[in-house]
């Protein structure tokens, strides 16, 4: 076998362990995250960052969150380790992407940005609304005898 | 208020009422939502004539799903 043949096994037997070590380590690789990953980088001691608005964020977050919202991040964030995981988080998704990108511009090395939101958690919740109001009865509200529609929206 | 909501309400006049709620800025807007058990927004919640809650949508809608949704209010 030629040197070069040799080298380019030694090279592919490294690539494929590196891949099996790191696979196995079970960290995920920064980007978009599922809510698996999140529970691994929280019991990894991961900075979990809830950039929605303080009143979305009092109605009821992931446990163990701290809020900074997008528009407060560039500034809050630049105290950070920037060598340590952090996670972030919005309703569905938007605004996440873009403080993960912001993040990432500032130079964190392991961002994560959970996909989908809190809206498709799956685990422990905490604020006011966890303990959210039985599903299919309403508040006593004022009718006028039609149907009606409640958008709740901010203005973000 | 988003583009789809403003088209529909107009469309629906007289047929569902639109109560627009910025959980922010709107007295009371915070705690209408926690009374709903909404959590996130964009949300809509949806009562019947009698008041009772049929349905809780969350997340940005398309006109197609607000207008099947507001069709099975009638």
Known sequence: ?156 | MAPVVDRLKTEYEGVVEFRLINVETDAEGAQIANDFGVQYVPSFVLLGGDGAQRDLLVGEMTEEQLRAALDALK
Request: include cysteine; glycine fraction near 12%; proline fraction near 4%.
């Open chain 1, 1 to 156: 076998m030629k040197r070069a043949q040799v080298l380019a096994v030694v090279f592919g037997v490294a690539v494929v362990i590196v891949a099996i070590v790191a696979l196995s380590s079970g960290t995920p690789t920064p980007g978009l995250i599922d809510n698996g990953d999140l529970s691994r980088l929280q019991e990894e001691g991961a900075r979990i960052v809830d950039v929605r608005t303080a009143a979305e964020f009092t109605g009821a977050h992931i446990e163990g969150a701290e809020n900074v919202p997008l528009s407060d991040l560039a500034a809050v964030a630049d105290g950070w380790d920037r060598t340590a995981p952090v996670v972030v988080y919005c309703a569905v998704g938007d605004r996440s992407d873009s403080a993960a990108g912001m993040l990432q511009s500032m130079g964190f090395e392991r961002v994560y940005d959970l996909g989908g939101g809190i809206a498709q958690w799956d685990g422990a919740l905490a604020g006011g609304a966890a303990a959210a109001t039985d599903a299919g009865v309403a508040p006593q509200v004022a009718l006028s005898g039609l149907p009606i529609l409640y958008e709740f929206y901010t203005d973000w």
